[in-house]
Nanobody, 119 residues
Framework: QLQASGGGLVQAGGSLRLSCAGS????????MGWFRQAPGKECEFVAT????????YYADSVKGRFTISRDNAKNTVYLQMNSLKSEDTAVYYC??????????????WGQGTLVTVSS
């Protein structure tokens, strides 16, 4: 089970930190990813991190604003989102699998947390 949290309503230019905790499943052996789905749009890749945390990769739309990290001791992955824009509004999902940018590379998915950025 993956439990995503930390979403909410924030003004443009603000920050949020999303968390994804593993419940009953250790995340330490998995690459982890964040995806998002805006209303009326397809799910899109946001960021990914290797099991060790040594490798990360970001979508161009969030590069320089978002940071993915993990704390394997806490079995948790984070997504720090800064300089938020209205186009970042979406339901954000965390996923466990292998490091990658496509959804099929992830076998386990959390329930999603809503991020709303007001302009």
């Amino acid at each position: 089970q993956l439990q995503a949290s930390g979403g909410g309503l924030v003004q443009a230019g603000g920050s949020l930190r999303l968390s994804c905790a593993g419940s009953g499943r250790t995340l330490n052996n998995y690459g982890m990813g964040w995806f998002r789905q805006a209303p009326g749009k397809e799910c899109e890749f946001v960021a990914t991190i290797s099991w060790s945390g040594s490798s990360t990769y970001y979508a161009d739309s969030v590069k320089g604003r978002f940071t993915i990290s993990r704390d394997n001791a806490k079995n948790t992955v984070y997504l720090q989102m800064n300089s938020l824009k209205s186009e970042d509004t979406a339901v954000y999902y965390c996923a466990a699998g292998i490091i990658g940018t496509t959804a099929y590379q992830y076998a386990y998915w959390g329930q999603g947390t809503l991020v709303t950025v007001s302009s």
